[in-house]
T-cell receptor, first 113, second 111 residues
Framework: DAGVTQSPTHLIKTRGQQVTLRCSPK?????VSWYQQALGQGPQFIFQ???????QRGNFPDRFSGHQFPNYSSELNVNALLLGDSALYLC????????????FGQGTRLTVV | GEDVEQSLFLSVREGDSSVINCTYT??????LYWYKQEPGAGLQLLTY?????DMKQDQRLTVLLNKKDKHLSLRIADTQTGDSAIYFC???????????FGKGTTLSVSS
């Protein structure tokens, strides 16, 4: 079992650009959640996807959007990047949106310059 | 609102016990979690406890929950240098879907 996989592992973008991050959930999981972890902070919930729909959203602007595909994989898109978007972006998967256990990927380190 | 607080740093010697503390605000939380994060890595689920339990033990890990005081602790017995990491306490949000994390406790283990 490959667990939760994220790509890319690192990337550097320029302020104002757009970025797409990808996540494949653990086998048997159908729910994907995205979190942003700024340096020295705990992860902050961005949104959750279940049955290809955004089911819940945290306190993030509309520049953050996502998608879930029929195979349950997911993308996180961030438009008009700001320096403050630099962070580790974590994807978590679970068997359903209220599952007890959520498993995290290794994350994508985004640096905005 | 929902909030989780932790002490930021703990230093112990190898072989000692470590106790990491956490307080949370949402009394309706059904599950409370401990995650471990090593440098440059994602989060590893260590253990979790259901809110109707007082204690849960899993090998070297013991979780204590005081629901009245909204206090959660993680005890690591016989702490090893490999336990050096950041430990996050988390609660489920009111909808039962997202996790609310504390800022993390950095555990430093010296030999």
């Amino acid at each position: 079992d490959a667990g939760v996989t994220q790509s890319p592992t690192h990337l550097i973008k320029t302020r104002g650009q757009q970025v797409t991050l990808r996540c494949s959930p653990k086998s048997g999981h159908d729910t994907v959640s995205w979190y942003q972890q700024a340096l020295g902070q705990g992860p902050q919930f961005i949104f959750q996807y279940y049955e290809e729909e955004e089911r819940q959203r945290g306190n993030f602007p509309d520049r953050f959007s996502g998608h879930q595909f029929p195979n349950y994989s997911s993308e996180l898109n961030v438009n008009a990047l700001l320096l403050g978007d630099s962070a580790l972006y974590l994807c978590a998967s679970s068997r359903d949106r209220a599952d007890t256990e959520a498993f995290f990927g290794q994350g994508t380190r985004l640096t905005v310059v | 609102g929902e909030d989780v607080e932790q002490s930021l740093f703990l230093s112990v010697r190898e072989g000692d016990s470590s106790v990491i503390n956490c307080t949370y605000t949402d009394s309706s939380s059904t599950y409370l979690y401990w995650y471990k994060q090593e440098p440059g890595a994602g989060l590893q689920l260590l253990t979790y406890i259901f809110s109707n339990m007082d204690m849960k033990q899993d090998q070297r890990l013991t979780v204590l929950l005081n629901k009245k005081d909204k206090h959660l602790s993680l005890r690591i017995a016989d702490t090893q240098t490999g336990d050096s990491a950041i430990y996050f306490c988390a609660e489920k949000n009111q909808a039962g879907t997202a996790l609310i994390f504390g800022k993390g406790t950095t555990l430093s283990v010296s030999s």
